[in-house]
C-alpha cells in the first residue's frame, strides 16, 4: 500500500523568505503526486500535480514542486513567501487502476506559519 | 471554487442518530470521492462511486454507506453516530476518462460534522 511522510508539522518563515515543504512516499510503481492547500475553515485547494515528463512542476500561486525518483520526494517550494500563504499544506500520492483514479493517500500535513 | 458543491455546511447531530451529507459533483465529472478528515487520522479516503457504481473503498466504516443517483449526485450516509465521528467531511469529484492518467480530483468544501 501506497504511504505519504510529511516530516514538518509546523514550519514558521518570515514574509519575503524561500519556502520548502517536505514530501516522501512510498509506492511500488511510479506515484501520481499532488500538493493541495488548505485555508482555515476551507477546501482543499490544488496547488500542482505531477504525473509524468518534466520531474520540474509549475503550479498556481507562484508554487512550484520538483518529482526526485531516486529519493521518493515531492517537494515543495516557492521562492519568496506572502502572508497570505499561511495555511496547511497537503502532499498526496494517487494510485490509478482500469483508467481512472483511486482514493488519495494523503501526508498528515505541514502547517505554515508566517512571520511579519 | 472547486464547482463542487456540498450540503449541509454544518450539521450538529446526537450519538445514536443518522445523517446524510449531500455532494454535487463539477459538471461533466463522472466520478465522487468522500473522504474524511480528524484531528486524529487526518484526512481518509472512504468510498469511490464512478457512474453510480462503486468503484473502490477505503477505510470506510460498516455505519456508513454511500450512493450515487442517476444525476451523479452523490450521498453519504452515517448512522448510529458516535463522537468520534465528529469531522469534516469531504467530497471530490473528477473526470475519470478511462486509459487517461491525468483524472485530478477537485475538493468541495466540506461539511462538519459535530456529534454530541
Known amino acids: 500500500a501506497q504511504s505519504v511522510t510529511q516530516p514538518d508539522i509546523h514550519i514558521t518563515v518570515s514574509e519575503g523568505a524561500s519556502l520548502e515543504l517536505r514530501c516522501n512516499y512510498s509506492?511500488?510503481?511510479?506515484?501520481?503526486l499532488f500538493w493541495y492547500v488548505q485555508s482555515p475553515g476551507q477546501g482543499l485547494q490544488l496547488l500542482l500535480k505531477?504525473?509524468?515528463?518534466?520531474?520540474l512542476v509549475q503550479g498556481i500561486k507562484g508554487f512550484e514542486a520538483e518529482f526526485k525518483r531516486s529519493q521518493s520526494s515531492f517537494n515543495l517550494r516557492k521562492p519568496s513567501v506572502h502572508w497570505s500563504d499561511a495555511a496547511e499544506y497537503f502532499c498526496?500520492?494517487?494510485?490509478?487502476?482500469?483508467?481512472?483514479?483511486?482514493?488519495?493517500?494523503f501526508g498528515k500535513g505541514t502547517h505554515l506559519i508566517i512571520q511579519p | 471554487d472547486s464547482g463542487v458543491t456540498q450540503t449541509p455546511k454544518h450539521l450538529i447531530t446526537a450519538t445514536g442518530q443518522r445523517v446524510t451529507l449531500r455532494c454535487s459533483p463539477r459538471?461533466?465529472?463522472?466520478?465522487v470521492y468522500w473522504y474524511q478528515q480528524s484531528l486524529d487520522q487526518g484526512l481518509q479516503f472512504l468510498i469511490q462511486?464512478?457512474?453510480?457504481?462503486?468503484?473502490a473503498k477505503g477505510n470506510i466504516l460498516e455505519r456508513f454507506s454511500a450512493q450515487q443517483f442517476p444525476d451523479l449526485h452523490s450521498e453519504l450516509n452515517l448512522s448510529s453516530l458516535e463522537l468520534g465521528d465528529s469531522a469534516l467531511y469531504f467530497c471530490?469529484?473528477?473526470?475519470?476518462?478511462?486509459?487517461?492518467?491525468?483524472?485530478?480530483?477537485?475538493f468541495g468544501p466540506g461539511t462538519r460534522l459535530t456529534v454530541l
Open positions: 462511486y464512478y457512474n453510480g457504481e462503486e468503484r
Open positions: 471530490a469529484s473528477s473526470e475519470r476518462l478511462a486509459g487517461v492518467g491525468t483524472d485530478t480530483q477537485y
Open positions: 505531477y504525473f509524468s515528463g518534466d520531474t
Open positions: 498526496a500520492v494517487g494510485v490509478y487502476s482500469g483508467g481512472g483514479a483511486d482514493g488519495l493517500t
Open positions: 459538471s461533466g465529472d463522472l466520478s
Open positions: 509506492y511500488g510503481a511510479t506515484p501520481y
